[in-house]
């Protein structure tokens, strides 16, 4: 009797089971991305990365996944700092040439999804998920440093001087990176794959990240290029990239705060395409000179429309120029402002 109990029992929860998963929803097989003509996962195409979403994690959030009424409170504010220099709709190549005016109020244009960065469906408070608070974990020193830095005036001695950003070396908000990061104008990139190489042109500065595939070994440390030396491999369906040698001139800096570079950084990241319109970007900085620990963080890559347009920076230009020689009238003024004290 007991046996035949034990037996009715299982039976009845085979039957059960069966009928739960008749019943459930069919789990959708994980995207498989297209191959290339040599067999490697296929992330070429353009795409792009312009979120609302900053580095860290402002405080008016609580958790890294935001609420609708946190989305709308952070857009609102977004809004109210920049104004009418926002404009969210793409550009238009066929477009006429603008009015000529005498002056223009704001020459800037911040074309850029004014919404939160969405993972798996879920809007993103920070890029950084590791820490858990969102914060980049810099250590003691870093953090006397930048106090420092922050109270010191600006040196316009020279060219040399200025940031690198200002002479057109690196780009406005690090879109190049490593770590690409998201900017309010031409965050847009194409990937080209070959066997040996991975380029990613970079709309903005048209600068091109070229990544050494199937070959570990890294440059010489005493070559620092402006974009760091990076070398890829695949894992299954992703492609990891791990860059050291960054110049220590640059600095990465993005929506909610950067951080400098230093002979010791080393950046790993993992493209994985997730559907045919998206990449997970992760990437991970690991700095003991500048870190508490190693850090992580997470991004969207979206495909983009189109074209990448060339992008002319100023140098060369007035900007370089006309702050220095505004630093040399303010040198010479400075005597008399004295005198007359």
């Known amino acids: 009797m007991r046996t035949l109990a ?5 039976v009845a929860a085979a039957a059960l089971t069966a009928e739960a998963a008749a019943a459930a929803p069919a789990v959708p097989p994980a995207y498989k991305a297209p191959r290339t003509v040599y067999g490697a996962p296929d992330l070429q195409g353009l795409w792009t990365n312009t979120a609302l ?14 609420t609708d009424k946190e989305e709308a409170m952070m857009i609102g504010l977004f809004k109210s700092q920049l104004g009418d220099i926002i404009k969210p709709d793409p550009i238009d190549p066929k477009a006429p040439a603008p009015p000529v005016v005498k002056e223009a109020p704001q020459s800037d244009y911040i074309e850029m999804d004014l919404r939160l960065g969405r993972i798996n469906g879920q809007p993103r408070t920070s890029w950084i998920v590791d820490p858990a608070d969102g914060r980049l974990p810099f250590n003691e020193a870093t953090k006397k440093a930048r106090a420092e830095a922050a109270k010191a005036p600006e040196d316009f001695a020279n060219p040399e001087a200025r940031d690198t950003q200002e002479r057109c070396l690196t780009a406005i908000g690090s879109p190049e990176g490593p770590p690409m990061m998201n900017t309010g104008f031409n965050g847009n990139y194409q990937i080209i794959q ?3 190489y991975v380029a990613i042109q970079v709309e903005m500065n048209h600068d091109v990240r070229m990544i050494r595939m199937g070959d570990p070994a890294h440059q010489p440390a005493a070559l620092q290029p402006w974009l760091g030396d990076s070398v890829g491999w695949w894992e299954g369906d992703t492609l990891v990239v791990e860059t050291v040698n960054m110049n220590v001139k640059g ?21 994985t395409r997730t559907a045919r319109d998206q990449i997970l970007y992760e990437f991970s900085v690991d700095d003991p000179a500048t870190f508490t620990k190693v850090w992580k963080a997470e991004m969207p890559m979206r495909a983009a429309k189109g ?28 005597p008399a ?3 007359s004290k």
């Open 251 to 271: 600095h990465v800096y993005s929506l909610g705060g950067g951080f400098p570079y230093s002979p010791q950084t080393k950046i790993t990241e993992r493209f």
């Open 337 to 339: 402002v004295v005198a």
């Open 194 to 196: 070959t066997k040996d």
């Open 6 to 10: 034990l037996v009715c029992i299982a």
């Open 53 to 66: 979403t900053f580095l860290q994690r402002p405080p008016i959030f609580k958790g890294l996944v935001a």
């Open 307 to 334: 074209p990448i347009y060339e992008y002319a920076c100023h140098e060369g230009n007035y900007s370089l120029p006309n702050i220095l020689a505004g630093a040399r009238v303010e040198e010479k003024a400075a």
